[in-house]
């Protein structure tokens, strides 16, 4: 199963269920869903295209991890 279908899976049978903790903010399975395909599309309208390289300068957070699961969709 790749990747994306994991968080798609858990967006629907855990969506309300805390995904991730940090620093005090915490993200559900739908939201870390959401997010991520929102960095996705960010991505893609910006012209990035699968196998392209991508970096990002983030600390450890919640946002790094949003950018990290957007990337790979």
């Not at 870390?32 to 990035?48: E, N, P, R």
């Amino acid at each position: 199963m790749h990747f994306n279908r994991y968080i798609s899976y858990w967006s629907k049978h855990r969506a309300g269920e805390v995904a991730m903790t940090c620093e005090g903010q915490t993200i559900t399975w739908a939201e870390v869903d959401k997010k991520s395909a929102q960095v996705a599309a960010h991505l893609t309208k910006m012209g990035i295209k699968p196998g392209d390289r991508v970096g990002c300068l983030l600390d450890n957070s919640i946002d790094w991890c949003l950018f990290f699961i957007g990337s790979f969709r």
